[in-house]
């Protein structure tokens, strides 16, 4: 026990049916990104810096929905989120409505550091990237032909779910019925795993934890998840720190990541304890995992959704990248 | 013995003991008389959700608190309002940030609970679902007071971001500019049968960067309702946040059996700074608490047991 621990994820919720290829795709990116962060723990980079440099190549990589490669809303145009959480002072920094910045995370990180604020978001969030000096592109950057397909293939589900008289055949319909799994009230082969998200704990016991996302494939302009509310989406203490993935709405209600560390301060559960502890009695009829690390340099995921995408390591050699039970 | 219970706040700060009558006076009056509406509402048997709402739509209403009209400004001495609710059996719950012109901001944040599978919708979106739901809308200077403009003025003056409690000590010209005792507005109310309901309406900080959002729209930080207790708090969103206030003050009676008053005294003195935070809270069993760790915080209760109580400064 002891040293440091590093977890990232890339969503809960996956289609039983994901081909393999697209598994191997998703593994790699894990590994890839568990490396950055241990070459840099190795370096004595501290939590919080960790937790946004991996979080960065997330969003750059356009596989998972955050940054490049984010969910389309309804009009198919990009809307990100993000925030992030310093235990040792629980400082913290969020943003929402994210168009044009490149990297949501260090906006997040930049509003925690650089503002009087915690939490800053639409035109004022953009005005804020500007003052800045961060990268900044067209929304365009951001969508991916792989999404627009996607965001097709949604609109036609809602309108077969919500259409009683289309009968389920046809190649939207044929999707749907795949799998008969949903997540967020879309069938699952169309449903994009909400978020991408890293905890870490640093040498020095130090822990952090940051969320990103693009959040629901066809959301409606203006709606905002859990992944920039702290207590939802993202929390650290000085016991852990904890990122959320999966059903925004069951999220924000269990208020998932904050209990994590509330049951280990106000239970006195260890981190497997509290994470098992929130997963099976904090959800309802939710769907979600999430990853966490203690000061003591453990490290947990936990969820109760089909599969979540995810990788941890810790000091002494573990190392485990995973997306089944 | 189990009964209703109602309790509601206008904001936590730094009142000055020696506010003038002419600022205290309205404020007293406007709670009385939210206090009432609520305690009529729950004895005809009106859900906690309804009185909730009902109540929190009559202080954004009244201009001397800091929601709807009478919201404080920002850096571009525009309005920007955000609201949330919460239901503590279901644990149903809505929220708004960003708005303009929407009267009552806590009618909206229950509209997207009721017909919206989301909890939170912000700025222009949160608008054209005003629009599309028919909600009541005005030109947004309606929500600007002669008072906030003044204490924006001042703010800038003093160049730094203000609790709208703040009491600074002024050059003797700016020092009837703005008193700044005015903040965030909330109710919490539970029925006999064990129903709870928080809400909670800001403007915001006088000052705030455009589009700052607060601890009132966080579902868990100004907000937050289970089948324990409902707490809705205000202050310095900024700590609220990081505290986890609303959701902590449940949590602790949760995880450590703690009373309603022992849990919200906990979190008031505990996990936030002094001079940041005040709660209202009630409990499934009827019981009120109205902790603050500022110099005063606008409050009212009443417990069916004929209780009641308005106050401003500790022990009043």
Redesign the interface.
């Known amino acids: 026990m002891g040293g440091w621990a590093i977890a990232v994820h890339g969503g809960a919720g996956i289609d039983p049916n994901l081909p393999a290829e697209r598994q191997e795709e998703a593994k790699q990116l894990l590994t890839r990104c568990l490396n950055l962060g241990i070459v840099a723990l190795r370096s004595n980079v501290s939590a919080i810096d960790v937790v946004e440099l991996v979080i960065r190549e997330l969003e750059t990589d356009p596989l998972f929905n955050s940054g490049r490669g984010s969910a389309l809303t309804e009009k198919g145009t990009v809307e990100m989120e993000a925030s992030i959480m310093d235990g040792t002072k629980?400082?913290?920094g969020?943003v929402?409505?994210i168009t044009t910045v490149k990297n949501p995370i260090s906006l997040a990180r930049l509003v925690m550091d650089k503002?009087?604020?915690?939490?800053?978001?639409?035109?004022?969030?953009e005005?804020?990237a500007r003052k800045q000096g961060v990268e900044i592109v067209d929304n365009d950057y951001f969508v991916t032909d792989d999404n627009v397909g996607m965001l097709k293939l949604a609109k036609e589900a809602n309108s077969i779910l919500f259409d009683y008289r289309i009968p389920p055949m046809g190649c939207a319909g044929a999707a749907a019925t795949d799998s008969p799994i949903q997540m967020?009230?879309l069938p699952i082969s169309i449903y994009a795993p909400e978020t991408v998200g890293c905890v870490v704990v640093d040498g020095e016991g130090r822990c952090a934890a940051g969320t990103s996302t693009g959040g629901l494939m066809n959301?409606?302009?203006?709606?905002?998840?859990d992944s920039p509310?702290?207590?939802?989406g993202t929390?650290a203490s000085e016991l852990c720190g904890v990122s959320c993935t999966g059903e925004?709405?069951a999220i924000?209600?269990?208020?998932l990541a904050?209990?994590v560390s509330?049951?280990m301060e106000?239970?006195g559960l260890n981190l497997q304890e509290a994470v098992d502890y929130v997963i099976k009695h904090r959800l309802?009829e939710g769907f979600a995992g999430l990853i966490a690390v203690s000061n003591k340099g453990e490290v947990v995921c936990g969820f109760n959704s089909n599969g979540m995408f995810r990788g941890c390591a810790t000091e002494d050699g573990f190392m485990e990248v995973a997306i089944w039970e | 013995m189990v009964g209703w219970a109602i309790a509601l706040h206008g904001g936590a700060g730094d009142i000055p003991i020696d506010l003038p009558d002419e600022r205290r006076i309205p404020r007293e009056t406007a709670l009385r008389h939210c206090l009432d509406l609520g305690v009529s509402a729950l004895k005809s048997g009106k859900p906690p959700l309804d009185v909730a709402e009902l109540v929190v739509r009559e202080l954004e209403n009244h201009p001397d608190f800091n929601a709807g009209k009478g919201s404080v400004l920002t850096t571009q001495g525009t309005v920007e309002m955000e609201a949330s609710i919460m239901e503590g059996k279901t644990?149903?719950?809505g929220?708004v940030?960003?708005l303009t012109t929407v009267v009552n901001p806590i009618s909206l944040a229950r509209l997207v609970v009721e017909k919206?599978?989301?909890?939170?919708?912000?700025?222009?979106?949160?608008e054209?679902?005003a629009r599309a739901h028919g909600v009541e809308t005005v030109d947004s200077s309606h929500f600007i007071t002669p008072e906030n403009i003044a204490r924006l003025k001042q703010a800038k003056e003093f160049n730094r971001?203000q609790l709208d409690y703040t009491a600074p000590t002024p050059p003797k010209e700016l020092e009837n500019c703005g008193d700044s005792q005015i903040g965030t507005v909330g109710c919490v109310a539970v029925d006999s049968a064990g129903n709870l309901a928080s809400a909670t309406s800001t403007g915001g900080y006088v000052n705030?960067?455009?589009?700052?959002?607060?601890d009132t729209p966080?579902?868990?930080?100004g907000t937050?309702a289970n089948h324990l207790c409902a707490v809705s708090a205000t202050g310095k969103?900024?700590e609220i946040?990081?505290?986890?206030v609303a959701?902590?003050v449940a949590?602790?009676m949760e995880?450590?059996g703690l009373s309603l008053t022992e849990a919200a005294a906990y979190v008031v003195d505990q996990s936030v700074p002094r001079g940041s935070c005040g709660l209202v809270a009630v409990s499934a069993n009827g019981e009120v608490t109205m902790p603050f760790n500022t110099t005063g915080m606008f409050r009212a209760c009443a417990t069916e047991d004929g209780y009641s109580e308005i106050a401003i400064w500790p022990n009043n």
């Open positions: 629980r400082r913290c969020a929402s409505g503002s009087p604020h915690s939490y800053l978001a639409f035109s004022g969030a005005d804020f967020n009230g959301k409606m302009m203006g709606r905002i998840g509310l702290i207590g939802a929390y925004g709405e924000i209600r269990a208020t904050r209990d509330a049951v106000y239970k309802d | 644990k149903r719950c929220a940030s960003g919206t599978p989301h909890i939170y919708l912000a700025f222009d979106a949160a054209a679902f971001v705030k960067m455009v589009g700052r959002i607060g966080v579902i868990g930080a937050y969103g900024e946040i990081r505290g986890t959701r902590d949590a602790l995880y450590k």
